[in-house]
Structure formats: C-alpha cells, structure tokens
C-alpha cells in the first residue's frame, strides 16, 4: 500500500470511530447506562490476513446489523494517542472509566518502568474501546488485555511458514528467502512485545476463543466464521 493510500485508510478508520463515538453518545443519554455490545479482537502471526479479515468482518458485520462498527490497529491508536484534541473527541463519549480498568490497569502495570508510558496510554484506549463495543481491534495484545471482558471475543489466525512465505513475498514484491528472513524478524519482534510488556505468549491457544489456519481458511472463510460466532451469542466458558 503507498503512502498516501495508508493515510487515506487511516483517516477513513479514523472517521468510522468518531462516527460511532457520537452515535454511542446518543445511547448513553437514552439508556443511561451502557449497553453490552460486541467487541472482537483479531491476533495474527506476521505474514497471516489479519487486516483484510479484519475488513471483511466489519463490512459483514455492518451490512448484518445495521449498525456502525469501528475498526482499530496500532496505526489507529496512535493517530489517536499523538492528537489529543481527536483523543478527547473519540474517548469522550464511550461512556466514564470504571473501576474495572483501573483495577485492570494497575495490575498489569506494577512492574513497568516509565520507559513503557507509551504503551500504557494505548492499553488505556482499546480497553475503553473495548468496554464502548461494535469495534474490531487488530494487534497490539488486545486479546490479552480484554481476556476478562465478557463481551470481547478473542481470535488468533496462524499459518505454516511455507504459506506466510508466499503471502508476504507476493504482497511485499520481495525474494522468498528475503521473506522468511522478515516474518522471522517480525514475528520475534511481535512475541517479545507481548512478552516484556503484558507477561504472556501471544501463541498461547487457551487465549483466544477460536484460532483459525489462514492456510486452509481464506479471508473470506474466517471472516464469515467470525461473524457467525460474534452474532450467535456465544459466551466463553469460565466467564460467565
């Protein structure tokens, strides 16, 4: 994707969560009280659809509901996290902070050291986005941090090195070997993320509601599935 389109895409995504942000505000004031709705979480190996999937369950999800979703990754987070005008925009009406995260918050943080300030103002937005519902958040250990959110679904997509090699080489224009090389270094760099910051392996199957194989599930395929589960109701045993 060139420059400009990704910009052009983040300040789509951007829009999409103001949008829902004022439309969460009407609720508030109806209800009084925030409504559980869906949030669902997508984590991927490097090389693996977790974007496009992303889009896709947006689109189904809006076209089967009829209602806006927000889509968030950490291009997202931290247009929002460097604009505090447009931070207070989005974050202002996604109903107030709750004891619940800051007893989250403040558990995860104990140890940290200010160098990870950064990081925590980020883990601040998607548990709020998390809380406010009907917003997909790709990345950034989303999953982990919303593990006890009875309204959050968590997914993993994965695949074989052999096809994270022929995705990544053919979307990247790059060399096979110059491929694996980068889904290594990725992929570490993503693991050592998760591990230094949140204390979890990322690859740990008990995290995540579903994880599917991107090589024998395309895009289309895990999107529909994802769908399917989110609108079924289904609640994760031990939760509930």
Known sequence: MSGTSLVASIEKRLDALIELSRRNQGMYTAANTAPERPTITISREFGCEGFPVAEKTQALLQ??????????????????ANNRELSDEILKNLGEKNRFLDDMLSTIFTHWTSDKDYYQLLCNQIVTFAKGGNVIIVGVGAGILTQ???????????????????????????????????????????????????????????LYDIVFNNAK??????ADMICYRVLSGGKRRGLD
């Open 63 to 80: 076209g089967k509901t009829g209602t806006a979703w927000g889509l968030m990754d950490r291009d997202t987070l931290d247009k929002v």
């Open 217 to 222: 599930n395309s895009a289309d395929q895990i």
């Open 148 to 206: 006890h959110m009875p309204n959050c679904h968590n997914f993993r997509i994965i695949a074989p090195m052999e096809f994270k090699i022929k995705s990544v080489s053919r979307r990247h224009g790059i060399s096979e070997e110059e491929a694996e090389r980068l889904i290594v270094r990725k992929q570490k760099q993503r693991d050592d993320f998760i591990k230094d910051f949140l204390n979890f392996d990322v690859a740990e199957a008990s």
